[in-house]
């Protein structure tokens, strides 16, 4: 049974400050998602990794992915408030229909 | 264009009662998700249909859940004898064939009461 791993569950940081969150999964896959979350809304898709080394940036978000780690990172680059939001990671298996989404990483980011 | 859609926004029934939960995929998708997301919690999925046959249907927590699609293009899950651990928001989501990338409808919030 796939399963996928984030970490840190919960992050507060201050406005300006980089950090990084993980993903970890548990099986093969060469395709993995980065969706946004935000209270009450759908999930808006960020990124989507394809290969292994693949690497994606859009404004102050970047993403990564590892295939033979198993491993995807989204790095934040002097957040903003804005990006105040729950993101996950999810990971299409063998069957390559389904995805199997990490528990969230709910971000706050303070003024 | 569209996006996926679905309705009702928000349903609030009486345990025991049978709901419906409708999604209207984006025109021309022929793959279609259903994904139940409890809070505080990831989605998990449900059932994937292509075309109009159920090609995995292994999420269905048990057989008071059924969903139907059967012109390809709409779907209603179904849910029967409605119990308060089926509380949750459904998402729905299609993508343009198998193995393309899924884009998700806002969801239907289901409260048993």
């Known amino acids: 049974e796939l399963k996928v791993e984030q970490n840190p569950l919960f992050l507060s940081m201050q406005e300006g400050k980089n950090y990084t969150i993980y993903c970890n999964y548990s099986?093969?896959?060469?395709?993995l998602y980065w969706y946004r979350q935000d209270p009450g809304k759908s999930l808006e898709s960020l990124f989507v990794?394809?290969?292994?080394?693949a690497v994606k940036q859009e404004g102050r978000l970047m993403a990564s992915l590892d295939t033979k780690a198993r491993l995807s990172t989204l790095h934040i680059t002097a957040a903003v408030h804005d990006l105040s939001a729950t993101y996950f990671c999810?990971?299409?298996?063998?069957?390559?229909?389904?995805?199997?989404f990490g528990e969230g990483t709910q971000l706050t980011v303070n003024p | 264009g569209a996006g996926v859609s679905q309705t009702p926004s928000n349903k609030v029934t009486e345990k025991g009662k049978y709901v419906e939960l409708r999604c209207d995929p984006i025109?021309?998708?022929?793959?279609l998700y259903w994904y139940r997301q409890s809070l505080g919690q990831g989605p998990e999925f449900l059932i994937y249909?292509?075309?109009?046959?159920?090609?995995?249907d292994s999420g269905l927590p048990n057989d008071r859940f059924f969903a139907v699609r059967p012109e390809g293009s709409v779907s209603t899950l179904k849910i029967q004898r409605t119990e308060r651990g089926d509380s949750a928001v459904y998402l729905c989501?299609?993508?343009?064939?198998?193995?393309?990338?899924?884009?998700f409808g806002p969801g239907t919030r289901l409260t048993v009461t």
């Open positions: 989501a299609s993508s343009r064939d198998y193995n393309y990338e899924q884009y």
């Open positions: 099986t093969t896959s060469d395709r």
């Open positions: 990794l394809l290969s292994n080394g």
């Open positions: 999810a990971v299409d298996g063998t069957s390559g229909s389904r995805l199997t």
């Open positions: 025109s021309g998708h022929t793959a």
């Open positions: 249909f292509q075309g109009t046959g159920a090609a995995d």
